[in-house]
């Protein structure tokens, strides 16, 4: 009866090249979701957001006032309601 049990380790075929492929590609876009959700929980510092303002051309015409913008024309009329009686 124990020279019928077979404890030999079953045969696992080796992996393809796709399914390599899906496997590390699955591990990166894990690692990538979690550091996107850990841009989201963790906050920023204030300072980054000084220095990017130093990189904007300084030239005249920003220096320049804006011009008035133009009232709005297409307004739509309010629909008007019959009264109930």
Not at 28 to 41: D, K, M, S, T
Request: glycine share 2%; net charge positive.
């Amino acid at each position: 009866m124990a020279a019928e049990l077979d404890f030999s380790p079953p045969e696992i075929p080796e992996p393809t090249f796709m399914e390599n492929v899906l496997r590390y590609g699955l591990f990166f876009g894990a690692i990538f979701q979690l550091i996107c959700v850990l841009a989201i929980i963790l906050p920023v510092s204030k300072s980054h957001k000084t220095d990017s303002d130093s990189f904007e051309p300084k030239n005249s015409e920003t220096l320049k006032k804006p011009k008035a913008t133009a009232p709005q024309i297409s307004k739509k009329p309010k629909k008007e309601t019959k009264k109930k009686r």
